[in-house]
């Protein structure tokens, strides 16, 4: 029996109820597989972890979550604390050291979701953002002086390294290449951003050399929202800095129908560390405790995690119950134009498996 051990970190808000659907439901698909075990271990880190410690997660969370095969992560995020002290102290705390440098952001429009495009639906639309997830304009660089004077300066300073950049693009590569298009566009700001991207271009042109068989085309990232919407067939797999992917994802999941449908996996390809897998949503503060969040993110995030854990026949087993449950008007949430409850959602996906 395949063991797989699993650190679940809740987070805040609609994390801790999508996350537990998401542990109920993969618990159930990993006990009709038979083939293997998940063992779930609970984190309670986050904003009211924050207010009784004073920290997002323990000095020594990282060495508690290493020995780990993968995170489940729900969001961070409370409505009484700094958005940078809650993504700071937990999300980005796991992301940066774990070198989880490759963030993956599949869209597809599921069959029985309406998509806000006029003319597009199932088929139209089925890409794959990778954002480069642990340098860009995310790097945390940057500083603030003089605070309160008139002459106060604060500068966010965005990093490019020519290793960060290769790697993310070789990445992006081999992930269109095994895509049935084999069709990449590398997105870039280079007429503005007159440093870090124009040597984001040029590594995207010679990494490109070592994929004769993977076509590919470069696209500002102001035009690519405009390309999104008007020609979403035009697009396959999509690079794009940390920031650019940041905004264009959330628009590609809304163009798919719902924040609450998308799923990322935050990966550390090389594996010597954890990759962790979460909905691309935050704590939805508008929502929180009302049991009506969309668990299905959650869900297609824990299928992207049993292909990172090698049970390729459970995450299609997975995919396919989700299918059947987006296409059943009866089991949309409100996100969806529909009245289910996230438990009704989750009972309806373990009777789909
Ligand atoms: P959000 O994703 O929390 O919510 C945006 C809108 O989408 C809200 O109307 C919400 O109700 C809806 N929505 C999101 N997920 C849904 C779901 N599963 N089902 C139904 N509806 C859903 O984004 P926001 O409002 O910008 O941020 C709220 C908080 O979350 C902030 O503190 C922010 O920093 C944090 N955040 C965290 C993460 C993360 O942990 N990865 C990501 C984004 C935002
Ligand atoms: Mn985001």
Not at 226 to 250: C, E, G, Q, Y
Not at 264 to 280: H, V
Not at 294 to 300: A, D, Q, V, Y
Not at 339 to 347: I, K
């Amino acid at each position: 029996m395949r063991k797989h051990r699993i650190a679940a970190i809740p987070g805040d808000g609609i994390g801790k109820e999508v996350v537990a659907a998401g542990v109920e439901a993969l618990s159930a698909l990993a006990a009709l597989d038979g083939g293997f075990t998940l063992e779930f271990e609970h984190f309670d880190w986050g904003s009211d972890y924050y207010k009784r410690t004073g920290t997002m997660m323990p000095a020594d969370g990282l060495e508690q979550l290493k020995p780990f095969d993968a995170i489940y992560f729900g969001s961070v995020g409370a409505p009484d604390l700094p958005d940078h002290i809650t993504l700071w102290g937990l999300r980005l705390a796991i992301c940066q050291p774990f070198d989880q440098y490759a963030n993956v952001r599949p869209t597809r429009i599921l069959n029985g979701i309406e998509s806000p495009l006029r003319n597009a639906g199932v088929g139209d639309l089925d890409w794959v953002i990778v954002r480069e997830n642990t340098e860009g304009e995310y790097a945390g660089q940057g500083g603030r002086s003089h605070r309160g004077h008139p002459e106060e300066v604060a500068t966010e300073v965005a990093i490019f390294t020519r290793a960060g950049v290769r790697r993310i693009m070789r990445f992006a590569f081999r992930t269109a290449q095994s895509r049935p298009r084999k069709f990449l566009t590398v997105v870039t700001k280079s007429n503005a951003q007159r440093n870090g991207l124009v040597m984001w271009d040029e590594i995207a042109a010679e990494v490109a050399l070592e994929f004769p068989d993977v076509t590919w085309d470069k696209m500002l990232v102001d035009a690519m929202t405009v390309r999104m919407t008007m020609k979403p067939r035009s697009l396959d797999t999509i690079v794009a800095t940390n920031l650019h992917a940041d905004i264009l994802s959330d628009l590609a999941a809304a163009l798919a129908g719902s924040m609450g449908i998308a799923p990322t996996a935050n990966l550390n390809p090389e594996r010597q560390f954890p990759s962790m897998f979460e909905p691309i949503h935050g704590s939805a503060f508008d929502i929180t405790g009302m049991g009506i969040a969309n668990p299905i993110g959650t869900f297609w995030s824990g299928q992207m995690m049993l292909e990172h854990l090698g049970e390729q026949a459970a995450a299609d087993r997975l995919m396919r119950a989700i299918e059947k449950v987006a296409a059943d008007k009866g089991l949309h949430t409100p996100d969806l134009g529909g009245s289910a409850r996230t438990a009704d959602v989750t009972a309806g996906l373990i009777a789909a498996l």
